[in-house]
């Protein structure tokens, strides 16, 4: 069946990408997307999306989407992450601490075509490629690399029994299986970082000691911010309605920690804008859990999905929905994640510096970028292959690498109009159309 799609979507379109001329501009999408932000955040965010036309793509999900629109696709519905960037791939820990490395990012995630997460995927590489300072054809490689990966090890998994294709490429064969050996050096380093990357190392940074006992945040503006007593109460009191969305063996280990302080912290640069809190926890001992509830918002992709045959479900609470679509996809989540509704609005609630870690893809030497590249390519079909049939979506993908070069060139077209945009909103802020924050 997968195959027989090929008739009627040739894998050579792929490489298609003409801007359709209602096409919003960069100004104008940002502004869109700060609907409904906190406003006096909005320059920050703008600050954040003007360091690069990498970091412009790391913002403007919905403008991608838009143009994705008008982009060949199969039909074929997998839960997807929506903002499937080279960024958003990274380590974090596990309930026995230790380390798995994942997509980690699902603020967008909704039932939608495969192909917007390859080519949002593909086209950030070439962009980080261009930052970091690598050729063109070190850049476009990285883009066919990546769909490559993501086409092979769709073809493994569609091979596997069902139960095995599940839970298949543990993190430590990754390497192995992606050959993506030059990456070794960078991944140990990042994965001390991460090991070091807890709550109680952030306490310790972020909070200072409170009369009476406990701890306390310490105002450290624009980043993290103490809020006043109503709305810390706000938060506090929402936790309630979080623990009912655990699993019940959850409970007597959050029994244990008392809440010590609520404090507003900016995160991301897509989110930036977003009401995003920390929560301080003490144990018995006085030991930090640190939680993070961040506001979720309806996903960027969700206009545009009607336009391509993809109706998405009524969704009572978006918390919910990010929570959800994040355990369709990963192989192991944060076993604390959970969502809650503060002052009406909808939150995902997890752990906050669970020993995270990351690898900046534009900071990568050129012959690391294809390791990496081939990398998130595998872990990203591992990710659709738990919603979607693999089988599905590798008959479609074939054996050769005619679908690897359409992506590569749809990355390569892509990222340079993400250029033109990153240009349009820099020239938007030198003449005053716009205000840009810099920021931490």
Same mark, same amino acid.
């Given at each position: ?29 940002? *502004? ?118 993501? &086409? ?75 809020? =006043?007593? *109503? ?33 507003? &912290? ?11 809190? $920390? ?28 336009? $391509? ?36 609005? =909808? ?94």
């Amino acid at each position: 069946a997968g195959k027989a799609l090929r008739q009627r979507v040739p894998r050579s379109a792929h490489a298609g990408f003409e801007p359709r001329a209602d096409r919003p501009g960069a100004l104008q999408a940002v *502004e869109e997307s700060n609907q409904g932000r906190i406003p006096e955040l909005a320059p920050l965010r703008v600050g954040r999306m003007t360091a690069s036309p990498f970091a412009f793509l790391r913002g403007s999900a919905g403008l991608m989407a838009y143009d994705l629109v008008g982009t060949p696709l199969t039909g074929i519905g997998a839960q997807i992450c929506g903002d499937a960037h080279a960024a958003n791939f990274g380590l974090y820990g596990d309930a026995r601490g230790g380390l798995v490395i994942d997509l980690n990012d699902f603020d967008e995630t909704v039932h939608g075509p495969w192909e917007w997460d390859v080519k949002r995927l593909a086209a950030s590489l070439v962009l980080a490629g261009r930052e970091a300072g690598a050729d063109a054809d070190t850049c476009r490689k990285a883009a066919h690399d990546a769909a490559g990966a993501y &086409r092979r090890t769709m073809r493994l998994l569609a091979k596997l029994p069902a139960l095995d294709s599940w839970n298949a490429i543990a993190d430590e064969e990754l390497v192995s299986h992606t050959d993506a050996h030059d990456l070794l050096g960078t991944l140990e380093r990042v994965s001390q970082k991460a090991r070091n990357n807890t709550s109680g190392r952030f306490a310790a940074k972020s909070t200072e000691a409170a009369e009476g006992g406990g701890r306390r945040f310490v105002d450290a503006p624009p980043v993290l911010r103490v809020i =006043p007593d *109503e709305e810390t109460s706000a938060v506090a009191s929402s936790l309630g309605a979080y623990l009912e969305t655990l699993s019940e063996d959850r409970l007597p280990l959050l029994g244990r920690y008392a809440i010590h302080d609520v404090a507003f &912290r900016v995160v991301g640069t897509g989110s930036v804008g977003t009401r995003s809190y $920390v929560v301080l926890l003490l144990d018995h001992r006085g030991e930090p859990l640190v939680l993070q509830v961040k506001e979720a918002r309806p996903s960027a992709l969700l206009p545009h999905l009607p336009a $391509v045959g993809f109706e998405a479900p009524a969704v009572a609470h978006e918390g919910r929905r990010v929570v959800l679509g994040q355990k369709r996809m990963q192989v192991v989540s944060d076993f604390l994640l959970g969502w809650t509704t503060v002052d009406e609005r =909808p939150f995902q609630v997890r752990q906050f510096r669970n020993r995270k870690g990351s690898v900046d893809p534009a900071a990568l030497a050129a012959d690391q970028i294809d390791d990496y590249a081939r990398m998130t390519g595998a872990l990203l079909a591992r990710a659709h292959a738990h919603s979607a049939d693999p089988r599905y979506i590798a008959g479609y993908c074939g054996k050769n690498e005619e679908l690897d070069e359409a992506v590569a060139t749809f990355a390569v077209a892509y990222a340079d109009r993400t250029e033109a945009d990153h240009a349009e909103l820099v020239r938007a802020v030198r003449e005053g159309k716009v205000k840009a924050e810099a920021g931490v």
